[in-house]
């Protein structure tokens, strides 16, 4: 069975910081994603990362992949309040065969000013 | 604008009660997928069609069902909702075809089971 561990699980940090929120799996993947859910709201994707060494970059927020180490971090560069949110990874380790994905817990990001 | 569309946003049901959840597309997109989601929980998936080809996830309760009449629209039915299936349900899209694209998700309906 597929599991993905996300952490931190809850991050806060102050505007202006550098952090690093990081998403473990358990099989061989090699396409993940990352949401935003704000709260009360759906997801929002941020990144499709679809091979070993994709970097994806928007705004402040930076997404890398290694699945040789079965990791993805998704860096967060001088943080701003309004990247408050949950963020979600998201793995396939079917080969794309099941168009299904495993969640990760959630990464609940409070930046204060 | 090419949108995954849910309707209620939100739902106020009686225990017991039956309701069903609407979920329309105009991505022309092969697969639809319903999740529920608790609070501060990730995203669970109940079950995905591709096509009409129904797939049911192996602990998704007898007590939801799903319907998807035509390629646009995607119902979810929950036949006696109890008080443990209060939560928001998102409905998502991919294109299938042999490669998980991206996922895109509806803005989630809601549901309060009193």
């Known amino acids: 069975e597929l599991k993905v561990e996300q952490n931190p699980l809850f991050l806060s940090m102050q505007e202006g910081k550098n952090y690093t929120i990081y998403c473990n799996y358990s099989?061989?993947?090699?396409?993940l994603y990352w949401y935003r859910q704000d709260p009360g709201k759906s997801l929002e994707s941020l990144f499709v990362?679809?091979?070993?060494?994709a970097v994806k970059q928007e705004g402040r927020l930076m997404a890398s992949l290694d699945t040789k180490a079965r990791l993805s971090t998704l860096h967060i560069t001088a943080a701003v309040h309004d990247l408050s949110a949950t963020y979600f990874c998201?793995?396939?380790?079917?080969?794309?065969?099941?168009?299904?994905?495993?969640f990760g817990k959630g990464t609940l990001l409070t930046v204060n000013p | 604008d090419a949108m995954v569309i849910q309707n209620p946003r939100y739902q106020v049901t009686q225990f017991g009660k039956p309701v069903t959840l609407s979920c329309s597309q105009t991505?022309?997109?092969?697969?639809m997928y319903w999740y529920q989601q608790k609070s501060s929980q990730a995203p669970k998936l109940l079950f995905h069609?591709?096509?009409?080809?129904?797939?049911n996830e192996a602990d998704t309760p007898d007590n939801f069902q799903s319907r998807r009449p035509n390629t646009s629209f995607c119902f979810l039915d929950i036949r006696s909702p109890g008080l443990g299936d209060a939560a928001m349900y998102l409905c998502?899209?991919?294109?299938?075809?042999?490669?998980?694209?991206?996922?895109?998700f509806g803005p989630g309906t809601r549901l309060l089971v009193l």
């Open positions: 099989t061989t993947s090699d396409r």
């Open positions: 998502a899209t991919s294109r299938g075809k042999g490669v998980t694209e991206n996922q895109y």
């Open positions: 991505l022309n997109h092969n697969v």
């Open positions: 069609y591709y096509d009409k080809d129904f797939n």
């Open positions: 990362l679809l091979s070993n060494g």
């Open positions: 998201a793995v396939d380790a079917s080969g794309g065969s099941n168009y299904k994905l495993t």
